[in-house]
């Protein structure tokens, strides 16, 4: 494990987690930067092998440019392994300075293994399920897990719109995970759904398009948080 890695849970509550995918690559201190500015400490990587999604996005050598800075915030970088059996990159990965990877359960055979193996790393551990994978496939191993990431649209592209009925999902989730661990959701979140999704039982958002392609990137993160907090979202605990 890196020096500079080391597990660090989310923290209680409702958290909105900026997706880099959405950034510009071109000035991606400088966004990360304004979002770390506006508040944000929870940043989330999408990394994409052509394979289990379509596209191609960043690996290790992104994670470990960013790692300096978000870490130096106080912030947590969370990587969402969306990359056939992930399993085979947790090594990298949490070198590179991750301190909390997300697995897919449709991307390994040996989902128990690859959750022990990001544990063995020291780092925390999330399960994601893609929009046409039961909430029950995340039911033997919710007590392994720090996160459970529910997609809100299908993986891969960023500005996709939200699923209508993903809110039905969510609370099938919560009731499934019970109330302490952390219910994410990802994919297309932004004023609108974020709210709805709050109310189903998620409790951390995943937003791209929302917050960078919007011209001021931190205003737009502190919009989405404080519509959540307009909704009246829940505390986790």
């Given at each position: 494990?890196?020096?500079?890695?080391?597990?660090?849970?989310?923290?209680?509550?409702?958290?909105v987690?900026?997706?880099?995918?959405a950034?510009?690559?071109?000035?991606?201190?400088?966004?990360?930067?304004?979002?770390?500015?506006?508040?944000?400490?929870?940043i989330?990587v999408?990394v994409?092998?052509?394979?289990?999604?379509?596209p191609?996005s960043?690996?290790?050598?992104?994670?470990e440019a960013?790692?300096?800075?978000?870490?130096?915030?106080?912030?947590l970088?969370?990587?969402?392994?969306?990359?056939e059996?992930?399993?085979?990159?947790?090594?990298?990965?949490?070198?590179?300075?991750a301190?909390?990877?997300?697995?897919?359960?449709?991307?390994?055979?040996?989902l128990?293994?690859?959750?022990?193996?990001?544990?063995?790393?020291?780092?925390?551990?999330?399960?994601?399920?893609?929009?046409?994978?039961?909430?029950?496939?995340i039911?033997?191993v919710?007590?392994d897990?720090?996160?459970?990431l529910?997609?809100?649209?299908n993986?891969g592209?960023?500005?996709?719109?939200?699923?209508?009925?993903?809110?039905?999902?969510?609370?099938?989730?919560?009731a499934?995970?019970?109330p302490?661990?952390?219910?994410?959701?990802?994919?297309?979140?932004?004023?609108?759904?974020a709210?709805?999704?709050?109310?189903a039982?998620?409790?951390?958002f995943?937003?791209?398009?929302?917050?960078?392609a919007?011209?001021?990137?931190?205003a737009?993160?502190?919009?989405?948080?404080?519509?959540l907090?307009?909704?009246?979202?829940p505390?986790?605990?």
């Open positions: 494990m890196s020096e500079h890695s080391h597990a660090v849970p989310i923290p209680p509550g409702i958290q987690a900026p997706s880099i995918l950034a510009d690559f071109g000035a991606l201190r400088e966004q990360v930067a304004t979002v770390i500015d506006a508040g944000a400490r929870l989330h999408d994409m092998d052509g394979h289990f999604v379509e191609i960043v690996g290790a050598p992104v994670i960013l790692a300096p800075q978000v870490h130096a915030a106080g912030g970088l969370e990587a969402h392994l969306m990359v059996r992930p399993e085979r990159h947790i090594e990298a990965i949490v070198a590179a300075g301190q909390s990877l997300t697995l897919h359960a449709e991307a390994t055979p040996q128990a293994l690859a959750i022990h193996r990001a544990r063995e790393a020291g780092v925390g551990v999330g399960v994601a399920i893609n929009p046409g994978t039961p909430a029950a496939a039911e033997e919710r007590a897990v720090d996160v459970a529910c997609m809100t649209v993986p592209w960023g500005g996709q719109p939200f699923i209508a009925r993903s809110p039905e999902k969510i609370a099938r989730l919560r499934l995970i019970g302490d661990v952390a219910l994410e959701v990802d994919g297309g979140i932004d004023v609108r759904s709210p709805i999704c709050a109310q039982g998620a409790s951390v995943v937003a791209g398009a929302a917050i960078f919007a011209p001021d990137p931190g737009a993160y502190r919009q989405l948080v404080e519509a907090a307009g909704a009246g979202a505390p986790r605990r």
